[in-house]
């Protein structure tokens, strides 16, 4: 038997989360919400539907232009979504697979790597575009043999349209004047 592993795809608005083996994923705001008149607790995701009082609501999102710049709001999120919403305690037997935003900062890929490895303790990780993982999904699963996928990725703060030949990602090649 494989070692269980988590599919996390942390959006600007949502994140969409669960084990590989489900057939759907789960889905909740990639958000901490608060109320002025319940100042002490924090709604996480989808506990907003807990709050009683609508009135003087207050978002805290950890993404802004589809990057990570809020690690503690984001931290609470991912905390709610895996160990709370999965019931995971210890992640060393857990493999995670994750989407990172195109053209990704390296300030951000090094701080997902060590969160996810040194304070999670995830056994390994596997970080990617959603572009890159559609393509492979069309031209090995979905079409075997297809030759190109285009990819368009439409998210909370950019579209993306990525072309991919023979599984790799076409850069663009600019002619000047």
């Known amino acids: 038997m494989t070692d269980p592993t988590i599919i996390l ?21 990639n958000c901490v919400t608060k109320v ?19 009135s003087g609501l207050f978002y805290l999102l950890p ?23 999965h019931g995971i305690k210890t992640f060393g037997e857990y493999n995670l697979v994750l989407t990172e935003p195109y053209m990704n900062f390296k300030s951000i890929q090094e701080n997902l790597l060590e969160i996810f490895f040194e304070e999670y303790g995830f056994k390994s ?34 579209t993306h349209i990525v072309p991919f030949v023979q599984g790799k990602k076409v850069k663009c090649k600019c002619i000047k004047n």
């Open 36 to 54: 002025k008149s319940e100042r002490r607790r924090p709604f996480i995701g989808d506990q907003l539907d807990d709050c009683k009082d609508y």
């Open 125 to 158: 990780i596997t970080i990617a575009t959603p572009g890159s993982f559609a393509a492979f999904k069309h031209t090995k699963i979905t079409k075997p043999g297809a030759l190109a996928a285009l990819v368009v990725d439409s998210g909370y703060s950019f």
């Open 63 to 85: 993404c802004q232009k589809g990057y990570i710049v809020n690690w503690d709001i984001q931290r609470q999120i991912w905390d709610y979504v895996l160990k709370t919403k």
């Open 9 to 29: 795809d942390n959006g600007g608005a949502s994140i969409k989360f669960g084990f590989a083996s489900d057939n759907e994923p789960k889905l909740i705001p």
